[in-house]
């Protein structure tokens, strides 16, 4: 029987190269994602009895606990989750309205604390892990962020304590990435891609723009039983951007 993993916000971007990803390596996979039209292309591309694909809201309490459920049941077992959906607007403070500030709480925050309640008892039965896609922007802003990075420092909070609370079963670990270019891993119809430009890979001591890989890679890192001695933790994945000192 392989081992079923959860990734809410999988159809697209970081979920769905995610998703690919842990197919690869052999694992079955469950998706919660709210955008029908991109969910029947991920169906449509992978085309595979390893994956079922499923249309829940993350912030709706009743179509988490239907869904897990739902995952359980098809595929006999829960070993992760990888809380990866996202909401997200930048725009100045001031003409943000409370709607949308609420549904960045809703989706970045509890929509991950909803899909740990539900999935608490099949993650402790098969020892498994949770993996919170976080940001660096968590740790450090730009102006007109703050419902994004408000959500995802809460986020951050609830990895650690979410860590205590599951151990020693469950392992809580989230990664924050940097700039992660998916402008070109939409649905078709909102696909658009960006054309890089050397300044953009030259912010980065690694000497380029993030991929959607980078963050699979250490998505498949965490869940890896393996690796059972880290939990509690954030890894940023960004190049190095974060640590490089910039004097205009």
């Known amino acids: 029987m392989k081992r079923n993993i959860l990734v809410t916000g999988g159809a697209q971007g970081i979920g769905k190269i995610t998703v690919r990803e842990l197919l690869s390596a052999g694992y079955a996979v469950t998706v919660f994602e709210i955008d029908q039209e991109a969910l029947?292309?991920?169906?449509?591309?992978?085309?595979?009895?390893?994956?079922?694909?499923?249309?829940?809201?993350?912030?709706?309490?009743?179509?988490?606990?239907?869904?897990?459920?739902?995952?359980?049941?098809?595929?006999?077992?829960?070993?992760?989750?990888?809380?990866?959906?996202?909401?997200?607007?930048?725009k100045p403070f001031q003409t943000l309205s409370l709607q949308e500030w609420q549904r960045a709480l809703e989706v970045n925050l509890t929509g991950p604390f909803l899909c740990v309640k539900y999935a608490e008892s099949a993650l402790r039965m098969s020892h498994g892990a949770i993996v919170n896609i976080c940001s660096t922007r968590a740790l450090q802003s730009e102006a007109g962020t703050e419902s994004y990075s408000v959500s995802k420092g809460g986020l951050l909070a609830l990895t650690h304590a979410l860590a205590m609370s599951l151990g020693p079963d469950v392992r809580v670990n989230a990664i924050s990435p940097g700039w992660i270019d998916v402008s070109a891993v939409k649905k078709k119809s909102a696909a658009n891609p960006y054309e890089l430009r050397d300044e953009d890979h030259a912010q980065h001591p690694v000497g380029r723009v993030g991929k959607a890989e980078d963050i699979a890679n250490m998505v498949l890192f965490l869940l890896n039983p393996a690796?059972?001695?880290?939990?509690?933790?954030?890894?940023?994945?960004?190049?190095?951007?974060?640590?490089?000192?910039?004097?205009?």
């Open 40 to 90: 029947d292309e991920l169906v449509s591309e992978f085309q595979t009895e390893d994956l079922l694909a499923l249309r829940v809201d993350v912030s709706d309490e009743a179509m988490v606990k239907a869904g897990i459920d739902q995952s359980i049941e098809h595929f006999g077992r829960l070993d992760g989750l990888v809380n990866n959906a996202v909401y997200q607007v930048f």
């Open 227 to 248: 690796n059972d001695f880290i939990t509690g933790q954030n890894f940023v994945v960004d190049g190095g951007m974060t640590k490089k000192m910039i004097y205009k």
